[in-house]
């Protein structure tokens, strides 16, 4: 199939690269020209394992370009799909003018049929609007059909993820696409479900808040634990051999962040009020995971007393494990949080560490080697789920605290490990 994708973004970039690594013809349009031409270069401006690799070689073998004209990118293509940024707006609503301006050059340069798919995530009844705006501004007055195809890739795996899908969904508002939306999808041998426009929107919104609603729920479940001396990891493993409740997404943390859960959350929340219902269980979802990292924040000020001139060493600055991505980071709130009471901050990310810099105040130590951090502090904080953190030279670091102090936000290590090599430790719900 010919392909174009508008936005070179995570889903955009990921989504193209997969596509074209599967031997379909794909142009990648984004009108950052410095984005476009560091890609053309041979550069990634991501950090996602596997990405370069399969950027390069499917750039060689003639299967993926790069562009900033969207007209190129239309004429060159049977399928066109949109992945550009839905960001939340002060009311939590979505600000959807990236979507209405690509909607609006796209009608601009079409002259014959063609499939307009929206992958970014969307509130229910978007495409509506797309079509609409699609047919207003198209001069050449050609057919086209919109289709909604979200994405669930997450950070970190999106390669994995995207070659490798639970199940992928085509909203259609007649069944014209369907058949070149099964050929696009058919070399990744994944489950295709075909739902109307509005139901394929709205399930992504209920994925990822269902997913939000799985944290928060074993985040509140890690608050009883610890006022009651239970195991949060204990009570996990227990409730998540059921099959209907499933394992993954329990693990109790400072709280979930990044680009997708907080703003579709809110979206979700604005477009319920908005069709007149309160989803008043989605704002507890939100409520829980501020208040788990209130909880963090006291269990550090609670144990050191006086943060102020204390030495804190922080482990992880990105949102979760696998990526440089710090946007709505727990990470980056925290170490905020914390230098506003004064501490005085050693940071190391093995990937964030640039994207963070801008996001935390002046006068934070950026340490290359995690194993220097803790090097003259009062505790060390775990703030990101990354694996290496393991690997930690602990004895190394408790040496060179002024006291072994650990505060682990992701649950990394073992309480009774930890104490038996002399650490003062406390985690989440242990
Ligand atoms: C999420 C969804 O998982 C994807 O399916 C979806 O496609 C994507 O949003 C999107 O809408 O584009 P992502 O934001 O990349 O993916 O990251 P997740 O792996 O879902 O993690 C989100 C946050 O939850 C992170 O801060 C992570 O540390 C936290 N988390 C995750 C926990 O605190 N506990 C868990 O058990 C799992």
């Known amino acids: ?106 009608a601009g340069a079409m002259t014959s049929y063609k499939i307009i798919v929206d992958k970014s995530t969307v509130p229910v009844k978007t495409g509506d609007k797309v079509a609409e ?9 050609v057919e086209f059909d919109v289709v909604s195809n979200p994405e669930f890739l997450r950070e970190g795996f999106a390669v994995d993820d995207l070659m490798n899908p639970d199940r992928v969904v085509v909203g259609v508002m007649s069944q014209r696409p369907v058949v070149a939306m099964k050929e696009i999808y058919e070399p990744f041998k994944a489950p295709i479900i075909v739902t109307d426009i509005n139901s394929a929107e709205l399930i992504k919104h209920a994925a990822n808040s269902f997913l939000a609603l799985k944290i928060s729920y074993i985040n509140a479940i890690s608050a009883i634990c610890e006022a009651s001396g239970a195991n949060v990891t204990e009570v996990a493993n227990g409730i998540g051999m059921d099959e209907r409740i499933g394992r993954r997404f329990l693990n109790a943390s400072l709280g979930f962040g990044g680009s997708c859960f907080p703003k579709d959350l809110s979206a979700f929340i604005a477009i319920s009020d908005e ?105 060390l904080v775990i703030a990101t789920e990354w694996p290496i953190f393991t690997e930690l030279d602990l004895e190394k670091a408790r040496k060179s605290m002024s006291a072994p102090i650990m505060f682990d936000g992701r649950n990394l290590f073992d309480p009774q490990e930890m104490e038996k090599l002399g650490w003062t430790y406390k985690s989440i719900g242990r």
């Open 275 to 379: 069709l007149g219902y309160d989803f008043a269980l989605l704002k507890e979802v939100q409520r829980i995971n501020a208040d788990q990292m209130s909880r963090f924040v006291r269990k550090i000020t609670d144990t050191l007393w006086v943060l102020k001139e204390k030495k804190i060493g922080v482990l992880g600055l990105a949102f979760k494990q696998n990526t440089d991505d710090t946007r709505m980071s727990p990470a980056v709130e925290l170490c905020n949080r914390l230098a506003a009471e004064g501490a005085e901050l050693r940071v190391h990310d093995p990937k964030a560490m640039e994207k963070a810099r801008p996001l935390l105040p002046e006068g934070i130590t950026y340490v290359d080697d995690m194993n220097d951090v803790a090097e003259g502090c009062d505790a």
């Open 1 to 106: 199939m010919k392909i174009a994708i508008i936005g070179t973004g995570y889903v955009g970039l990921v989504t193209g690269t997969c596509f074209a690594e599967v031997g379909h013809d794909v142009i990648c349009v984004d009108n950052d020209k410095s984005k476009v031409e560091m890609l053309q270069g041979g550069g990634i401006p991501i950090y996602e394992p596997g990405l370069e690799e399969m950027v390069k070689k499917n750039v060689e073998a003639g299967r993926l370009r790069f562009t900033d004209s969207t007209n190129e990118g239309v004429e060159a293509s049977d399928v066109v799909f949109i992945a550009v940024p839905t960001p939340p707006q002060p009311d939590g609503s979505v600000d959807l003018s990236f979507i209405e301006k690509v909607a609006r050059e796209i």
């Open 133 to 141: 705006t699609i047919k207003r501004y198209c001069q050449a007055k």
